[in-house]
């Protein structure tokens, strides 16, 4: 998984999972000495030491936490009828309601009992606020800018530094931008040929070339798209060729992803593991 694409909700429900690991390990219960007995004898137990309860708040919390970040990488996948999103969501609330009344039932509740109470809480918070609050929406870490990409030595998906169309170490163009304003369109420099001196003559030598082109219904023939790396604003999903309404993948914001083909307002991208898919919203998504 991408760590780009984990949200500040995501950070949190991580955070609290980590607490309630922890809060595992410290005493479930206290109790007061008798007079005169010396108690240092005696081992406090743990949640380790009730299996009921380990398993019922602590792991499953820890399982909640984990099934909510693994639906953020494969969107889409279902347990028994239920996103595994949705399945962790309500994993957190059992465990929320189980740790409520078991530190209701016990009159002396350890350090163990009141922090994984706590942990639980925030844990079930964050998973359902997570995708509903703006604030938690937002991404976890910034984007990198492409320069910074390069300069860590981890060039984009198929791409070799400095060559070929596209690369994103080099000036941005918004999709949809106007032709020669950056490599890769009709009228711009192509590498290995010398830039044009007019631009007013390179216009008028584009517009004489598309008008001897056979129109296909007002749209460019599918032979004139040329490959491109773009990268999205905010995480969207990408949907199967096929139609399918369910997503296969989610773009992360600060990752390069190939264009390899355009469907009307839509296009084919290509993940860095391989897999095709359909971008259906390419408002804003900048080009390489």
């Given at each position: 998984?991408?760590?780009r694409s ?16 922890i ?6 219960s ?27 708040v602590y792991?499953?919390?820890?399982i ?5 970040i ?7 996948r279902?347990v ?9 969501v ?5 465990a929320?309601?189980?740790a ?14 009141i ?9 079930a ?11 938690l ?8 800018s ?7 030595g ?7 530094p ?9 000036q941005q ?10 490599y ?13 001196a007019?631009?007013?003559q ?18 460019a023939?599918?032979g004139?798209?040329?490959?491109f ?23 992360a ?27 259906q ?8």
């Amino acid at each position: 998984m991408n760590i780009r694409s984990l949200t500040r909700g995501d950070g949190v429900v991580i955070g609290a999972a980590v607490v309630l690991f922890i809060a595992s390990f410290l005493d479930f219960s206290s109790y007061d000495c008798p007079q005169g007995v010396d108690c240092s004898r005696f081992d406090s137990p743990n949640a380790w030491d009730a299996l009921g309860i380990l398993m019922s708040v602590y792991l499953a919390g820890v399982i909640a936490a984990a099934l909510v970040i693994v639906s953020r990488a494969l969107p889409g996948r279902k347990v028994v009828g239920l996103d595994l999103g949705q399945f962790g969501v309500a994993l957190t609330v059992f465990a929320v309601w189980t740790a409520f009344w078991t530190i209701l039932d016990i009159s002396n509740a350890g350090a163990g009992l009141i922090l994984g109470l706590l942990a639980t809480i925030v844990l079930a918070g964050a998973a359902i606020a997570g995708p509903l609050v703006p604030f938690l929406k937002a991404p976890l870490l910034s984007p990198a800018s492409p320069a910074q990409g390069v300069q860590g030595g981890q060039p984009p998906y198929g791409a070799q530094p400095g060559q070929g169309y596209g690369f994103p170490g080099g000036q941005q163009q918004p999709y949809g931008a106007q032709p020669n304003q950056g490599y890769g369109y009709p009228g711009a420099p192509q590498q290995g040929q010398p830039a044009q001196a007019d631009p007013a003559q390179a216009q008028a030598q584009q517009a004489q070339a598309h008008a001897q082109q056979p129109s296909q219904g007002g749209a460019a023939p599918a032979g004139d798209f040329t490959p491109f790396w773009f990268a999205v604003p905010v995480a969207r999903p990408l949907y199967g060729e096929d139609g399918s309404p369910n997503p296969i993948a989610e773009l992360a914001p600060g990752t390069w992803y190939l264009a390899v083909e355009q469907r009307g307002q839509s296009l084919i991208a290509q993940t860095q593991d391989g897999r095709r898919g359909v971008l259906q919203d390419t408002t804003g998504i900048q080009r390489g």
